[in-house]
């Protein structure tokens, strides 16, 4: 079920020029975007046919230093350390 909203001139120009909304839903205080119907599409698309090892040599190099670290050796035996 919908509602319509009203929207301000300021909110209508920025969805206009495809920028998104921020709303906020008044009875459970939950953040909302709003986007035009066409970048959602956009969006879903891109996501849906986004297969997540294609991501792994981007997040290989951010998180290179961080793996490398000392430190991090401590969660490679995590399971042994509870015990």
Do not use: H, N
């Amino acid at each position: 079920m919908s509602e319509t909203v009203t929207l301000s001139l300021e909110d209508r120009q920025a969805l206009q020029s495809g920028q998104s909304v921020a709303v906020t839903e008044f009875t459970s205080q939950m953040q909302c975007v709003i986007l035009r119907a066409d970048i959602f599409e956009q969006i879903k698309k891109r996501v849906s046919d986004l297969d997540p090892r294609d991501t792994y040599p981007a997040v290989d190099k951010v998180m290179s230093e961080d793996w490398d670290d000392p430190k991090m050796a401590e969660y490679d035996d995590y399971e042994s350390l509870q015990k």
